[in-house]
């Protein structure tokens, strides 16, 4: 019987024990802790785990594979208090949002007689928590692998291998590369999402304006319901990556700003057109695919491949775009515009 | 037969002739307009309309309610062209998302005979076209309601009725008001979205930061997919109010520079904890109930008041956040935080 060992039973790890007691793996005994014994019992009642253990020394002693899937601020002490009961050929990986400091840690705190293989799910919801965990939490999304530079193939082998089991897409990056882009893709619209809800939620129409609110501005600030400690641990961790995008993005604004100001119409118009039809792309396209595409398959022309990534609709959509500014370049300055002087 | 007139079948004309013919009324004509007339084939094979009208003035033509669904700039224009062909006692209604210059149209442009009383449905999804229409779209969502001043009473309730039909929830509200409030919550989150979409696109690492983002990313972008005349025609007619909650957005923006910046550390986790807090809130208490409760159920302390808003889950949190901000106040300067000054 080999053990898997989950360290942190929140959304993130619990999901983990779900996913693989779902996979039906046979000689494998998943055993969890959680510093909150409330926790680590949910965890066991939810059977997320085979068994939780009070002890975290014992739960990684003996253990095959050791998931570290706790707040990023905790992952220090944590290496520092099992680091003395790993097995020889024990493999460590993590689920931490940011990664170059996990990397620094792992080589200070860990014996070199055991593996460390970095990881970083690229799933949530904004309901955390063990008892919010899902199988299916982990499919289809990208799965981040950051190996240490000593780690063995055959760790990364096994690291791989899970994620491949519970439905991610294994995505090897390196440390700082990946802080650098999840700076863009994760953490800043973390800070935007969270940005609006509090400056809306700040004003004193606040009544109103949360009797008005719908769909887009819910959507928009989903990720102000992160926890508080994750979002925090990440701005602390990742802060120069979190610094330069926060940058660029008020920038970013600066253009709209100016654009709107300066009442640049046309310009207004295809930026906005441009982003509608760049990100109904993005979404038709679907999650990348890197296998090769037999020459014979491979489209002849723009339209064909168009149609082949993002279905004959959009294909529609970007025709009717193309017309639309054409008109409204037609229309030019004859017909002006009413109402743009407006108090 | 009375008839109801809906003139541009987009995503919310569509919807609303299938809400329309969902509430079965009786005695009932819904005939279509819209000056695309593969778009009118459409609503009339899909059956969101009776029958759809081929000229506008003979579509308008003895409605007892003709509602304007077109994007914003064209209103305009179908006000001018219909205004001599409304029957005396018609009640004109339109959808747009501002409302301060439609009303300056309205009483510019229509007949004093017909009653003008402006809407605004706080619906929308992110793919447009009458084919995405649902006859759901605007259940439990709010429905802007402005009476122009020599509007009837008559017909502020017979569009009153029509909302309420269609399961959404009237919101009475003057037009400058209107404009300010949705620059908030409507406007600024599209301007937000659209520009982390188009801030990350244009960057060169976009192939690696596509493959890397997750639903976090697609979530808070989701309105970068606005149909681009709308986003162009919201900031047009409603540049002030944008420009004023942008200007704040990048203030907001600013702050949470500085706390990243000067390492604020417990600043910014009470800033994360409150917003986490706020939002589960905001989404859990769901629409407000605006209906007086009897005395007898009234919560006796703020504890009950909150159990009975938003649920004991949530009571709980707060008791989770209170205590990990205690936690974190006692650890203090005495556990510090690595990796703070890491570049």
């Given at each position: 019987?080999?053990?898997?060992?989950?360290?942190?039973?929140?959304?993130?790890?619990?999901?983990?024990?779900?996913?693989?007691?779902?996979?039906?793996?046979?000689?494998?005994?998943?055993?969890?802790?959680?510093?909150?014994?409330?926790?680590?019992?949910?965890?066991?009642?939810?059977?997320?785990?085979?068994?939780?253990?009070?002890?975290?020394?014992?739960?990684?002693?003996?253990?095959?594979?050791?998931?570290?899937?706790?707040?990023?601020?905790?992952?220090?002490?944590?290496?520092?208090?099992?680091?003395?009961?790993?097995?020889?050929?024990?493999?460590?990986?993590?689920?931490?949002?940011?990664?170059?400091?996990?990397?620094?840690?792992?080589?200070?705190?860990?014996?070199?007689?055991?593996?460390?293989?970095?990881?970083?799910?690229?799933?949530?919801?904004?309901?955390?928590?063990?008892?919010?965990?899902?199988?299916?939490?982990?499919?289809g999304k990208p799965?981040?692998?950051?190996?240490?530079?000593?780690?063995?193939?055959?760790?990364?082998?096994?690291?791989?291998?899970?994620?491949?089991?519970?439905?991610?897409?294994?995505?090897?990056?390196?440390?700082?590369?990946?802080?650098?882009?999840?700076?863009?893709v994760?953490?800043?619209p973390?800070?935007?999402?969270?940005?609006?809800?509090?400056?809306?939620?700040?004003?004193?129409?606040?009544?109103?304006?949360?009797?008005?609110?719908?769909?887009?501005?819910?959507d928009v600030?989903?990720?102000?319901?992160?926890?508080?400690?994750?979002?925090?641990?990440?701005?602390?961790?990742?802060?120069?990556?979190?610094?330069?995008?926060?940058?660029?993005?008020?920038?970013?604004?600066?253009?709209?700003?100016?654009?709107?100001?300066?009442?640049?119409?046309?310009?207004?118009?295809?930026?906005?057109?441009r982003a509608e039809l760049e990100r109904d792309t993005y979404v038709a396209a679907g999650p990348p695919v890197?296998?090769?595409?037999?020459?014979?398959?491979?489209?002849?022309?723009?339209?064909?491949?168009a149609?082949?990534l993002v279905g004959q609709r959009l294909v529609?959509r970007v025709?009717?775009?193309?017309?639309?500014?054409?008109?409204?370049?037609?229309?030019?300055?004859?017909?002006?515009?009413?109402?743009?002087?407006?108090?």
């Amino acid at each position: 019987m080999e053990r898997i060992t989950i360290i942190g039973l929140g959304l993130i790890g619990g999901s983990l024990g779900l996913a693989l007691k779902a996979a039906k793996l046979t000689g494998i005994e998943i055993v969890g802790y959680d510093k909150d014994t409330a926790t680590a019992g949910d965890a066991r009642r939810l059977r997320v785990v085979d068994k939780s253990e009070p002890s975290l020394q014992r739960a990684v002693r003996d253990a095959r594979l050791v998931i570290i899937a706790t707040p990023i601020m905790a992952i220090r002490g944590v290496m520092e208090e099992i680091a003395g009961e790993l097995r020889e050929d024990c493999v460590v990986t993590d689920t931490a949002s940011t990664k170059a400091i996990v990397m620094e840690w792992a080589s200070q705190l860990l014996p070199a007689t055991v593996s460390f293989v970095g990881g970083h799910p690229m799933a949530g919801k904004e309901t955390g928590g063990v008892q919010n965990g899902e199988a299916k939490l982990f499919a289809g999304k990208p799965y981040c692998i950051i190996p240490a530079a000593d780690a063995s193939e055959g760790a990364v082998r096994v690291v791989t291998s899970i994620i491949q089991l519970i439905g991610a897409r294994p995505f090897f990056i390196g440390a700082d590369e990946h802080d650098r882009y999840v700076a863009a893709v994760s953490h800043l619209p973390l800070i935007l999402s969270t940005a609006l809800f509090t400056l809306v939620r700040g004003s004193p129409a606040w009544p109103e304006l949360s009797s008005l609110a719908s769909s887009g501005f819910r959507d928009v600030t989903r990720l102000a319901s992160t926890d508080a400690e994750l979002s925090h641990d990440i701005c602390l961790t990742n802060r120069e990556g979190v610094l330069h995008w926060l940058d660029r993005a008020v920038e970013e604004l600066g253009r709209y700003r100016e654009l709107l100001q300066e009442g640049r119409e046309e310009e207004l118009f295809k930026n906005f057109a441009r982003a509608e039809l760049e990100r109904d792309t993005y979404v038709a396209a679907g999650p990348p695919v890197r296998e090769p595409v037999a020459a014979e398959e491979l489209p002849t022309s723009g339209e064909q491949l168009a149609a082949l990534l993002v279905g004959q609709r959009l294909v529609r959509r970007v025709k009717d775009i193309g017309k639309l500014l054409e008109e409204r370049q037609d229309r030019g300055g004859r017909q002006g515009v009413e109402g743009r002087d407006r108090p």
